[in-house]
């Protein structure tokens, strides 16, 4: 199996463990070094964070779910190191709201199968909508 392969098996079974709700496990996939960009300038949400910052990002989002976001990729494209995946999102929100966009997103993965970096894109007026209103 080649690098390519294998960088998109990493990428899809990292969506699989996000897909736990995990933190601890979420976090053992990324390299230390690792850089997770969020589309857009929603603060509180949009930018660029460390592997800490990234685990208390998802880790008080996740207190807003009845169950963990579940993303799910529908397409996945790889050359070398760098992995696309085109996904949908759900989770149920413990008011009752759906939050469940399509997304986008670029992974790179390093010789040692961990996630080094990660560009995010996503409907931030949806978050916002869901997430950030008053």
């Not at 899809?12 to 690792?34: C, K, P, Q, W, Y």
Request: hydrophobic letters at 40%.
């Amino acid at each position: 199996m080649s690098s390519t392969d294998e960088n998109k098996k990493t990428v899809a079974r990292f969506l699989e463990v996000f897909s736990t709700g995990h933190v601890g496990n979420i976090l053992d996939l990324l390299a230390a070094d690792v850089t997770w960009w969020v589309s857009g300038r929603l603060e509180g949400m949009s930018g660029t964070y460390d592997k800490a910052g990234f685990g208390r990002l998802i880790g008080g989002v996740a207190d807003l779910y009845v169950a963990p976001l579940k993303i799910t990729p529908v397409g996945l494209v790889a050359e070398g190191d760098k992995v696309t995946v085109e996904a949908k999102s759900h989770a149920e929100l413990k008011d009752g709201r759906i939050y469940d966009p399509d997304c986008h997103f670029f992974f790179e993965v390093g010789s040692d199968g961990l996630i080094r970096r990660v560009h995010e894109y996503l409907d931030t007026q949806l978050a916002k909508e869901l997430f950030f209103a008053n």
